[in-house]
């Protein structure tokens, strides 16, 4: 069993920062890639970044990609995204999940192990 602990969100300005952490703990392995979602009020659940826990190995949705970066910290059994240039539209709970296997997939089905989700809120 591996548990999930999202923590960092929060209220901030359009054009401003925010750096989720993603917690690991349990049975944890190397096997596990790491993906980060977001759910906005009223919309399905979509793929935000993912990384490959053993080699770091990293893909974006275009609506991110050079704002966002994940990167995670085998030591501390973190994973992170850092969120730069936010715009109102990137509000959102934000979710950490983690999956068995080396793929980085896009679909919330193949995800087994999730946290709770952090708000985050950008104002305009």
């Known amino acids: 069993q591996v548990q999930l602990v999202e923590s960092g969100g929060g209220l901030v300005q359009a054009g401003g920062s925010l750096r989720l952490s993603c917690a690991v703990s349990?049975?944890?392995?190397?096997?596990?890639?790491m993906g980060w979602f977001r759910q906005a009020p009223g919309k399905a659940r979509e793929f935000v970044a993912g990384?490959?826990?053993?080699?770091?190995?990293?893909y974006y949705a275009d609506s991110v990609k050079g704002r966002f970066t994940v990167s995670r910290d085998n030591a501390k059994n973190t994973a992170y995204l850092q969120m730069n240039d936010l715009k109102p539209e990137d509000t959102a709970v934000y979710y950490c999940?983690?999956?068995?296997?080396?793929?980085?997939?896009?679909?919330?089905?193949?995800?087994?192990?999730w946290g709770l989700g952090t708000q985050v809120t950008v104002s305009s």
């Open positions: 349990g049975r944890t392995s190397s096997t596990y890639t």
């Open positions: 999940a983690a999956r068995v296997g080396s793929r980085i997939v896009v679909l919330t089905t193949a995800y087994t192990y």
């Open positions: 990384i490959k826990w053993s080699g770091g190995t990293t």
